[in-house]
Protein backbone atom coordinates (compact mmCIF):
# COMPACT_ATOMS: atom_id res chain seq x y z
CA UNK A 1 0.00 0.00 0.00
CA UNK A 2 1.77 3.22 -0.84
CA UNK A 3 2.45 5.75 1.89
CA UNK A 4 1.37 9.04 -0.54
CA UNK A 5 -1.55 11.05 -1.77
CA UNK A 6 -2.17 9.59 -5.54
CA UNK A 7 -1.10 13.56 -6.30
CA UNK A 8 2.26 13.59 -4.75
CA UNK A 9 4.89 14.05 -6.47
CA UNK A 10 7.71 12.59 -4.78
CA UNK A 11 5.73 9.22 -4.08
CA UNK A 12 8.56 9.10 -1.08
CA UNK A 13 6.87 9.66 2.50
CA UNK A 14 6.96 7.63 5.47
CA UNK A 15 3.17 7.43 5.56
CA UNK A 16 0.13 9.60 4.35
CA UNK A 17 -0.21 12.33 7.34
CA UNK A 18 3.42 13.24 6.49
CA UNK A 19 2.35 13.72 2.92
CA UNK A 20 -0.64 16.08 3.49
CA UNK A 21 1.43 18.04 5.89
CA UNK A 22 3.93 18.56 3.29
CA UNK A 23 1.91 19.37 0.71
CA UNK A 24 0.87 22.14 3.03
CA UNK A 25 -3.40 21.04 2.68
CA UNK A 26 -6.06 22.82 4.20
CA UNK A 27 -9.72 22.50 4.85
CA UNK A 28 -12.36 24.48 3.56
CA UNK A 29 -13.96 25.12 0.23
CA UNK A 30 -16.14 27.53 -2.04
CA UNK A 31 -19.52 26.12 -0.12
CA UNK A 32 -18.25 26.83 2.92
CA UNK A 33 -17.15 30.66 2.02
CA UNK A 34 -20.21 30.88 0.40
CA UNK A 35 -22.27 30.10 3.31
CA UNK A 36 -21.11 32.29 6.14
CA UNK A 37 -21.41 35.47 3.62
CA UNK A 38 -24.39 34.30 3.80
CA UNK A 39 -25.08 33.78 7.32
CA UNK A 40 -23.54 37.11 7.74
CA UNK A 41 -26.04 39.07 5.35
CA UNK A 42 -28.58 37.32 7.11
CA UNK A 43 -27.28 38.76 10.70
CA UNK A 44 -27.04 42.21 9.31
CA UNK A 45 -30.41 42.32 7.86
CA UNK A 46 -31.56 41.26 10.98
CA UNK A 47 -29.44 43.92 13.15
CA UNK A 48 -31.08 46.42 11.09
CA UNK A 49 -34.51 45.33 11.77
CA UNK A 50 -33.65 45.42 15.18
CA UNK A 51 -32.42 49.01 14.68
CA UNK A 52 -35.97 49.82 13.17
CA UNK A 53 -37.26 48.60 16.28
CA UNK A 54 -38.67 45.29 14.92
CA UNK A 55 -38.42 41.74 16.17
CA UNK A 56 -38.08 39.16 13.57
CA UNK A 57 -39.07 35.81 15.21
CA UNK A 58 -35.35 34.12 13.66
CA UNK A 59 -32.57 35.55 12.38
CA UNK A 60 -32.97 33.49 8.86
CA UNK A 61 -33.58 35.77 6.26
CA UNK A 62 -37.29 34.72 5.23
CA UNK A 63 -38.15 35.56 9.09
CA UNK A 64 -36.83 39.18 8.77
CA UNK A 65 -38.31 39.71 5.26
CA UNK A 66 -41.35 38.84 6.49
CA UNK A 67 -41.38 41.11 9.98
CA UNK A 68 -40.16 44.18 7.92
CA UNK A 69 -42.98 43.78 5.64
CA UNK A 70 -45.53 43.67 7.91
CA UNK A 71 -43.76 46.42 10.13
CA UNK A 72 -44.13 48.29 6.63
CA UNK A 73 -47.48 47.57 6.12
CA UNK A 74 -48.70 48.20 10.04
CA UNK A 75 -46.89 52.20 9.20
CA UNK A 76 -48.60 52.86 5.93
CA UNK A 77 -51.89 51.28 7.28
CA UNK A 78 -52.10 48.36 5.21
CA UNK A 79 -53.32 44.94 7.01
CA UNK A 80 -51.16 42.45 6.08
Known amino acids: MPNCRT ?10 GECARDAN ?6 SIAR ?10 AYRDARKQGIQPASTK ?3 IQSAVRASDAVGFGVRV
Not at 7 to 16: I, K, L, R, V
Not at 36 to 44: F, P, Q, R, Y
Open 25 to 30: LSVGSE
Open 35 to 44: SSTAVEKELN
Open 7 to 16: GCPTQDHANW
Open 61 to 63: MKD
